[in-house]
């Protein structure tokens, strides 16, 4: 194929080994993603950064006293801003000029955020800094889940995604244990202390800028943007070009072709609004996917995840601990969380979307209003000077917060963020998952506001809103969100053909249209197709059955 590089990957590559290349390239950007979102919490307890930027001064026990909050958690939030507005110029930009290059948009972008973060000297320098690395990662985050499920087979997209994101968790691990390192660079009040985990995170990006180029485009962006031999030909390396896989990658081809043609007879011009709204999508829903994603976001950091984070030292220190044993178990917490991402890996392709999700709400619903009970009773105890019971209490409490992460880490982690990148049609695909961003964005912008204002008033009580958010998921699922589990990814416009938003009446037209064979075996024509040499098959779509 004399149109794609010659050292591209896509030549030396096949099948599986194609696929690993890919998601490790991929997870490249998850672990720059995860040691970003770990990276502050550790900077904002260095001296020389809340002294330089003037949000606190050192109290008598050595450690940092907020005398401005508002600037403190505006420094961190304007990220999540930057993200807003990255995640929708990488989907503009994505689905216009193809994933690998708005990849290295994104890469570039956060190399100047994080240089500009690790030179700061001031509060403003920070601010835009901030927003600039936000940018970047925004882009990033709208495209690369995009690009892993375009390039993986429908039967394996969750396990590929899944382990991109215990690479994410694995960055946040990396950060703390890195800053915990770097807090005994001499007696604590360098520079060294915070630039170095910031500068640190900048290797990864440029590795991504280098790289990314020696990998193949999208095939299904290349069908939508017209250039579908070099679309045949990567599709076939990646599900092999031999015999019996021959046959499957050129059916894939036909459908993806078929698909894209009847987008675009349906589609009037898509821009953000007009997702939002489902204005001119017709039969394919783009509205009520949109609201979705957004919703699946956003109810991702309600259920507790951000509550923990931030609630867990004060329970380790109802159970007793010292500060210096409060980090090595906030350490070890990470840790836990890591390798429980692991359970997602072997399980989400087996029992679905859905049912991840399910099991996680019980689980992390139970923890969560177990940790505020115990919480609540160690607090009781040691008010009474039951020192020992508290102490207990403390200890069970602990263990509910790492239940907790270790449940979340095998399902709520990876879900939301695979989701977007599967529902979407090919022509709007990128915006779509850019919309995900949009909900993780308000989700977190939303909770980094109010969980220091609900811990402030409401304390442990907190726990039991977060336990009742996990409640409220699970009809939430049930009843709205269809299972896209061993689909096609064209397969999934005829998911969302009903006009009703419940998920059995989706369920039940699907199975429908697909008995009226709308949707049906390609292998047959496609052996045909190979034999003959053509380009297309008879569309298996009909572009009148998708009309309002």
Request: charged letters at 10%.
């Given at each position: 194929m004399d149109k794609i590089n010659k050292s591209n990957v896509v030549h030396r590559l096949e099948k599986r080994s194609l696929l690993i290349a890919i998601n490790c390239l991929a997870g490249l950007s998850i672990l720059f993603f995860g040691y970003d979102q770990g990276m502050m919490g550790g900077v904002n307890g260095a001296y020389d950064y809340y002294t330089r930027m003037g949000f606190a001064h050192k109290g008598a026990d050595?450690?940092?006293?907020?005398?401005?909050?508002?600037?403190?958690?505006?420094?961190?939030?304007?990220?999540?801003?930057?993200?807003?507005?990255?995640?929708?110029?990488?989907?503009?930009?994505g689905d216009r000029y193809g994933r690998i290059k708005t990849i290295f948009l994104g890469a570039a972008i956060g190399v100047v955020g994080a240089s500009l973060q690790t030179s700061a000297m001031n509060h403003v320098w920070m601010i835009c800094a901030r927003?600039?690395?936000?940018?970047?990662?925004?882009?990033?985050?709208?495209?690369?889940?995009?690009?892993?499920?375009?390039?993986a087979e429908h039967k394996s997209r969750g396990q590929f995604i899944a382990i991109e994101f215990t690479l994410n968790i694995f960055g946040v691990v990396l950060a703390y244990w890195i800053e915990y390192g770097c807090s005994f660079y001499g007696d604590g009040t360098s520079s060294f202390v915070w630039r170095f985990p910031i500068a640190f995170q900048i290797p990864m990006l440029l590795g991504l800028m280098a790289g990314v180029f020696y990998f193949p485009e999208s095939p299904r962006w290349l069908v939508k943007a017209r250039r579908e031999d070099e679309a045949r030909y990567i599709l076939g390396r990646l599900r092999g070009d031999t015999g019996e896989d021959k046959e499957k990658a050129e059916a894939e081809f036909q459908d993806i072709v078929s698909s894209c043609e009847m987008e675009r007879q349906n589609f009037q011009h898509q821009s953000y609004y007009h997702m939002l709204f489902g204005i001119g999508s017709g039969k394919l829903h783009t509205g009520?996917?949109?609201?979705?994603?957004?919703?699946?976001?956003?109810?991702?950091?309600?259920?507790?995840?951000?509550?923990?984070?931030?609630?867990?030292?004060?329970?380790?220190?109802?159970?007793?601990?010292?500060?210096?044993?409060?980090?090595?178990?906030?350490g070890l917490n990470n840790i836990f969380y890591m390798f429980s991402t692991l359970v997602?890996?072997?399980t989400l392709d087996k029992i679905g979307r859905r049912w991840t999700l399910y099991w996680g709400s019980v689980g992390q619903g139970i923890a969560m209003a177990l940790a505020g009970g115990f919480s609540y009773l160690g607090q009781e105890a040691t008010k009474n000077e039951h020192f020992s019971k508290g102490t207990a209490y403390g200890n069970a409490a602990i263990s509910m917060v790492f239940i907790f992460t270790s449940v979340f880490g095998a399902t709520w982690l990876t879900v939301p963020w695979l989701y977007p990148a599967e529902i979407f049609p090919l022509e709007v695909r990128a915006k779509g998952n850019a919309w995900g961003v949009v909900g993780w964005s308000i989700g977190n912008g939303w909770l980094t506001l109010l969980c220091p204002v609900m811990f402030q008033h409401l304390g442990e009580k907190t726990l039991y809103i977060f336990a009742a958010c996990n409640l409220i998921t699970i009809p939430m699922v049930w009843a709205l969100y269809p299972e896209t589990n061993q689909r096609t990814l064209e397969e999934i416009d005829w998911l969302f053909a009903a006009d009703s938003i419940w998920n059995w009446e989706a369920e039940k037209n699907f199975a429908m249209l697909k008995q009226q064979g709308?949707?049906?075996?390609?292998?047959?024509?496609?052996?045909?197709?190979?034999?003959?040499?053509?380009?297309?098959?008879?569309?298996?779509v009909h572009s009148s059955d998708l009309q309002e």
């Open positions: 050595g450690g940092p006293v907020v005398d401005n909050s508002l600037l403190q958690g505006g420094i961190v939030s304007v990220y999540y801003l930057g993200t807003l507005v990255g995640c929708m110029v990488g989907g503009s930009l927003l600039v690395n936000g940018w970047g990662t925004g882009i990033l985050n709208a495209i690369i889940p995009v690009w892993a499920t375009e390039t009520r996917r949109v609201q979705l994603v957004i919703w699946l976001q956003i109810m991702q950091e309600w259920i507790g995840i951000a509550g923990v984070t931030i609630y867990a030292p004060t329970i380790f220190g109802i159970a007793g601990l010292s500060p210096e044993k409060r980090q090595w178990i906030a997602c890996v072997f709308v949707t049906g075996e390609l292998g047959t024509q496609a052996k045909t197709d190979v034999e003959q040499g053509s380009k297309r098959t008879p569309s298996v």
